[in-house]
């Protein structure tokens, strides 16, 4: 195993994505608190990661678990997308209108995170698959079942 | 993001998850790097080192939760700022000494000794750290400090008192000397 790196490099690297991934997932008012939780637990465990290969994926993955804790803590609320500008890194594609991220938040989980961090935050089919704990397969369906869904509220 | 940032070091400090804290502070040499456990202060990377290879070290040496928490600092901050002044002689810190061990810890632990405006000699040193022999050691030990200025290895010369070597340079060994009245800044 290679040597760990200094755990802040991960909150240079890789915060601002990670506070992105839960703005997206449990809304602005509560990604702080899913933000600290999240890297709480990630510094507890740190010292006996023993997979270092993919740091970034790891930290989404467990981002990803403290947004469902949030969402069980609070008996699964309709999840506030609103404002696709509020995500740092964004680049919704032409098609994903401001209008659209309510019909993004009316979304099963699954497909509603692959939605989020495909297009909010930009991420590869194998991130989102770290960050949802599935395959990139799986990932990739949910994204795509997700975009199919929106398409036909939309028309 | 920075108020986040800033209350997760907190939070990790207070439940425990903070094994090293660091900050980087300005100096009339250049930018030092200092670094904490709850201890004490552990590390004073000088402006000659590369930072990230310096925290990388720790991360290896100490432990991989490495937070950059410059409030956890703030005590070792002032006291430098106030030595690099002229108006602080003595260092009031908690120390962490777990970087050096046997004879080096116990040469450093000598040099800790050593007043304001004072040098010895690395013979000296060695006779201190128990081993009048090991001059040559009691220099690595000066060359190995991981806490040097507050461990002052800067007054450490060579019998006669021919400057010998500095980690940060010897134009840094010598300024700090003349400002501590040591060495004539006449020349």
């Known amino acids: 195993m290679t040597q760990l790196p200094p755990f802040q490099a991960l909150l240079d690297e890789h915060a601002a994505d990670v506070m992105a991934v839960l703005r997206g997932a449990v809304g602005r008012g509560d990604a702080e608190d899913c933000f600290q939780e999240t890297f709480l637990a990630a510094l507890r465990a740190y010292p006996k990661l023993s997979d270092d290969g993919n740091l970034r994926g790891w930290l989404l993955t467990i981002a990803h678990r403290k947004a469902i804790d949030h969402h069980r803590a609070n008996g699964r609320r309709p999840l506030p997308i609103s404002d696709p500008d509020e995500l740092s890194g964004a680049t919704a594609e032409p098609e994903l209108d401001d209008g659209i991220w309510a019909l993004v938040g009316a979304l099963p989980p699954k497909q509603r995170a692959a939605v989020a961090l495909r297009y909010a935050c930009d991420l590869p089919h194998a991130e989102i698959a770290a960050a949802l704990g599935c395959s990139p397969d799986a990932a990739r369906r949910s994204l795509h079942e997700g975009i199919k869904r929106l398409r036909k509220e939309l028309a | ?187």
């Open chain 2, 1 to 187: 993001m920075k108020a986040e940032l800033q209350r997760l070091s907190n939070r990790a400090a207070v439940e425990g998850l903070l094994d090293v804290a660091y900050a980087n502070v300005d100096s009339p040499f250049g930018p030092l790097l200092i670094a904490t456990t709850p201890r004490g202060l552990v590390k004073v990377g000088l402006p000659t080192y590369d930072p990230e290879e310096t925290l990388e070290d720790l991360a290896a040496r100490i432990s991989p939760r490495v937070l950059e928490a410059p409030a956890r600092l703030d005590n070792a901050r002032r006291q430098l700022n106030l030595y690099f002044e002229g108006r602080l002689h003595e260092f009031d810190l908690p120390l962490d000494w777990q970087l050096s061990k046997d004879f080096r810890r116990r040469a450093l632990r000598a040099i800790y000794r050593i007043p304001y405006g004072k040098t010895r000699s690395y013979t000296q040193i060695a006779r201190s750290a128990g081993n009048e022999r090991a001059v040559r050691a009691a220099g690595t030990a000066c060359g190995a400090n991981p806490i040097p200025i507050v461990v002052p290895c800067h007054r450490v010369l060579r019998t006669g008192g021919a400057l010998g070597g500095y980690g940060g340079g010897l134009p840094m060994k010598q300024a700090l000397l003349e400002m501590e009245g040591v060495l004539d800044n006449g020349g």
